[in-house]
């Protein structure tokens, strides 16, 4: 048999350097079949020649070149996804040549043969062959089929696979990276389905700190994609790789499952509650797991990802698939320091913990602040320690080297905006041990481990004395990879554009039009207009714009019209004459409302002044707008129009966003898409509101989390209505940047964008690579976006 031009190969006539005839993927799954005494599930790969006839044989070839010639720019996405929607289609509606049909026929019929079952459940996983991209960065998400039976559905689902070396962000990538399209073909792994009543996955290196001590091991009930997905949280269990102990786990409540039915579908079922709290593996089968994976560690000669099932039918453990960890496995091996971490406060008199919100390291005199009126005694250089802080304390908070306060948690305001300043910030001290305002004494010199989320008494110096300013030069030098999902930046001091704009980031995603009240102008706009003052106001919007769009320039800055409440508003000199006294300011007259009302519109407009200056007198027209808390479709076509009454037309050069953190703006996006060219997801009110949950109530604070399956399903459904009529989607929230689940989750779904505060600009454009990479090709075994994504629904 020639290798070369065979149509298929069965697992055991592969080794991992086929990745030029099957792919990364089903070269590895043959690795480990043919070389290895793991347990992995046979099965045979259609081969690049194959593909390469398919497309010649059909003629799709030119066909598809001529429909990617047409694709003049793929910024514009909705051009973007209209061409490669319609490659797609080209592809999947082409009959097979009849003898890679046969081919691939007889094979299932040999694959049913050996295990003793007529026409038996499979999985089609693709599996991409060009040998330059694993090392790109490529970004596309070639697919996975399971539960696959029948010869004809099977040959079916090997055309989708081909088909989906045409995604969107494969397309997009191959452009960015100048790949010629045709040089990529993709394999189809058939393999034989394991019917998991338990699976998940595991790593011979800990992707956190690097540390490859240990053996970690997550795992659920049923089917691994709620694992791979971050549907559940899953059992952890963490395993000396040298005595080959479990010397850590735990056990979470896993009270969902995804379970194949007999006839093949998936669904997703409830776990009786005494099941969901029970370890979902055996001790045995832990370690039974951790022996798999360091033998193939050692096999390969590099850290692991791997996927693992135990079978229903027998107990049998499996492993699904295996490939190189991608970034700990190209770094050097960290340091592990025998001394005394931060962590270990030794003879150290340790104040008050915390909830590290922003990371860093500060001493110096600690000035406690009760009242909001002593704000002003604040200096320079002091570190504020507070109950917690408000829209008209961030003149303070600039001045801080640290920040303090009793109660707050990661979305409070107090974490945003000292990562945005870049202030090392402890909140919730309350929840997590004694008061900052009570425990630290006013005047009292103190150390601030925000990294670790401790306050010690006195100056410690083994802890302040870093090197900041070459930290930060490294991270601007460093290399850092392009990713399909655009990373964009959130800003509200215009003070800092000039230097975080050197992050590598695509533009703003989020400017905070309110910081530049509360800092520079310090007056309610209705009052400003009454005393004749108006031009002040104007001038000063604009001025703080443009530093930020000069700084940026040319890339986007999406500036978010004010958004206070009632109550911030009328902290704002002149406020309490225009301010209503309301009950929940949070659900009250904020964002869309007030500017088509007769009462606030004057205000607005001066807004929308400022931005038409910024645009058309200093001719930045990277600046766009973005709608905040838009209750209505009613209240977003009475927006844009008074918008378009004063000059800014929505247009080739002028885009308006919507911020969707209103359920009514996800449930009603199909009318929403005719105001807008796009949404930011606000991720901090959506879950508040689609939990019922207020994100400051300390009392109800365990509840609120993004990754709450109803959040999430929300921001899949805005996805696909969006893109239906070709409008983007971001999130604007530090969620991703927090939750690397949740950052995989919105990457998987399609997201555009993510905007993130300047900190996590860096460490998100990696953790967006790692993910896109394994999405698309899997380079030795990626995962793909699975079928079964839907079946979250």
Not at 63 to 70: G, S
Not at 354 to 370: E, F, M, R, T
Request: charged share 25%; hydrophobic share 40%; net charge negative.
């Amino acid at each position: 048999m020639n290798r070369e031009t065979a149509y298929v190969l069965w697992f055991d006539e592969l080794r991992r350097e086929d990745v030029n005839l099957v792919g990364g993927k089903s070269s590895s799954l043959g690795e480990l079949t043919s070389s290895t005494n793991v347990p992995v599930p046979y099965g045979f790969a259609t081969t690049a020649h194959g593909y390469r006839e398919f497309m010649k044989a059909t003629g799709l070839e030119d066909k598809i070149r001529a429909e990617l010639d047409a694709l003049d720019d793929v910024e514009n996405s909705a051009l973007l996804r209209e061409v490669c929607a319609k490659i797609r289609r080209m592809i999947c509606e082409e009959e097979m040549p009849k003898e890679l049909a046969d081919a691939i026929r007889h094979a299932y019929e040999e694959l049913g043969k050996k295990v003793n079952e007529e026409n038996p459940f499979v999985a089609v996983r693709s599996s991409a062959t060009a040998e330059d991209l694993p090392d790109a960065s490529f970004a596309g998400q070639q697919d996975t089929y399971l539960n696959v039976r029948g010869a004809d559905v099977i040959i079916q689902k090997v055309k989708e696979c081909y088909a989906s070396t045409f995604t969107d962000r494969a397309t997009y990538y191959r452009v960015k990276q100048g790949f010629d399209h045709m040089t990529v073909a993709l394999s189809a792994a058939v393999q034989m389905m394991v019917f998991s009543k338990a699976a998940g996955v595991m790593f011979t290196v800990d992707l956190v700190t690097g540390n490859d001590n240990n053996i970690l091991i997550e795992g659920s009930w049923g089917l691994g994609e709620y694992v791979v997905q971050g549907t559940v949280t899953p059992d952890n269990f963490r395993v000396d790789k040298a005595k080959m102990e479990i010397t850590d786990r735990m056990i979470n409540d896993k009270n969902i499952r995804l379970v194949r039915k007999a006839d093949g579908d998936c669904v997703e079922e409830v776990v009786p509650a005494d099941e969901a709290k029970q370890q979902v593996i055996t001790d045995a089968q832990v370690l039974e797991l951790a022996e798999y994976a360091k033998a193939i560690e050692k096999h390969y000669g590099c850290y692991m990802d791997m996927e693992w099932g135990v079978d229903e039918r027998d107990g049998r453990i499996w492993i699904l698939q295996a490939r190189p960890e991608t970034v700990w496995s190209r770094k050097e091996k960290p340091e592990v320091s025998e001394k005394s971490s931060t962590l270990d406060a030794g003879n150290r008199d340790i104040i008050v913990k915390g909830l590290p919100a922003s990371p860093g390291n500060a001493a110096g005199k600690a000035h406690v602040i009760i009242n909001p009126e002593d704000i002003d005694e604040f200096k320079e250089g002091e570190i504020l320690v507070t109950a917690m802080t408000a829209p008209d304390w961030v003149p303070a908070m600039k001045k801080a080297k640290a920040i303090v306060t009793d109660a707050g948690g990661m979305t409070c305001h107090a974490s945003i905006v000292s990562r945005e300043l870049g202030i090392p910030c402890i909140v919730g001290t309350k929840s997590r041990s004694h008061e900052a305002t009570t425990s630290i004494k006013d005047g009292q010199m103190i150390t601030v481990d925000a990294t670790n989320g401790i306050v010690y008494d006195g100056v410690l110096e083994d802890i302040v004395k870093k090197p900041e300013a070459q930290a930060t030069a490294n991270v601007v030098a460093e290399s850092v990879p392009v990713t399909g999902t655009k990373i964009y930046m959130n800003l509200g001091d215009p003070d800092l554009a000039e230097k975080h704009g050197v992050l590598p980031c695509d533009g703003i995603g989020l400017m905070r039009e309110e910081f530049i009240w509360t800092t520079f102008i310090h007056e309610h706009p209705l009052h400003l207009i009454e005393t004749g003052r108006s031009d002040f106001a104007v001038n000063t919007l604009a001025e703080g714009m443009r530093k930020v769009c000069q700084a940026l320039a040319p890339r986007q800055v999406v500036v978010r019209l004010s958004d206070f409440k009632s109550s911030e508003y009328r902290d704002l000199k002149g406020g309490d004459k225009y301010e209503p006294h309301e009950s929940s300011a949070l659900l009250g007259w904020r964002g869309a409302s007030r500017y088509y009302d007769p009462k606030y519109t004057p205000a607005f407009k001066l807004e929308l002044e400022a931005i038409k200056k910024v645009r058309n007198e200093f001719g930045f027209k990277n600046l766009q707008v973005m709608i905040p808390f838009c209750r209505t479709v009613e209240e977003a076509e009475l927006v844009t129009n008074l918008m378009a009454q004063e000059g800014l037309v929505r247009g080739k050069d002028f885009k308006i966003w919507l911020m969707a953190e209103i359920p009514a703006n996800i449930i009603l996006a199909d009318q929403f898409n005719k105001y807008v060219d796009g949404y930011s997801i606000g991720s901090n009110d959506l879950t508040m509101l689609v939990l019922g949950c207020d994100r400051d109530n300390e009392t109800v604070q365990h509840i609120y989390d993004e990754r709450n399956l109803a959040v999430r399903r929300a921001i899949r459904h805005l996805i696909e209505v969006a893109h239906k009529d070709g409008k983007t989607v971001s999130i604007c929230g530090q969620a991703p940047s927090v939750y690397p689940e949740l950052c995989e989750f919105l990457v998987k779904s399609g997201i555009d964008s993510i905007s993130v505060n300047p900190d996590a600009v860096v460490n998100t454009k990696k953790m967006v690579a790692q993910i896109e990479q394994r999405i698309m090709l899997d380079a030795m075994t990626g995962r793909g976006r699975q079928e079964t994504d839907d079946l979250t629904w």
